[in-house]
């Protein structure tokens, strides 16, 4: 078991930067590539990035490239999302994951099963 708990998230303007935390606890986290996701009330949770285990392969959904990083510390069983350049469109609960089953991540690595355990999210809201 692995227990995630997301932190960070907050009101932001348009165009400023968050930085949000999910820490895990439970079974040595550098076995999982993690996941971050985001929702909004009424709609599907959405992909936004993953890292693998080891950290030197990241993936971003194509809203997030290129304004967010992913990056992990395994000392401190924390796995980091950068936001830069937010806009409200970005307004979510957000959500980290993770993964123990390889093989499907590397396959699915976007999609919502591929992922065993969550965090209970935290709220990023962005004003114009």
């Known amino acids: 078991q692995v227990q995630l708990v997301e932190s960070g998230g907050g009101l932001v303007q348009a165009g400023g930067s968050l930085r949000l935390s999910c820490t895990a606890s439970g079974r040595t986290f550098s076995w999982y590539a993690v996941g971050w996701f985001r929702q909004v009330p009424g709609k599907e949770r959405e992909f936004v990035g993953t890292i693998d285990r080891t950290g030197d392969s990241t993936d971003y959904s194509d809203s997030a490239k290129g304004r967010f990083t992913i990056s992990r510390d395994d000392a401190k069983n924390t796995v980091d999302l950068q936001m830069n350049s937010l806009s409200p469109g970005d307004t979510a609960v957000y959500y980290c994951?993770?993964?123990?089953?390889?093989?499907?991540?590397?396959?699915?690595?976007?999609?919502?099963?591929?992922?065993?355990?969550w965090g209970q999210g935290t709220q990023v809201s962005v004003s114009s």
């Open positions: 994951a993770a993964s123990g089953r390889l093989t499907e991540w590397y396959n699915r690595r976007n999609s919502t099963r591929s992922y065993d355990y």
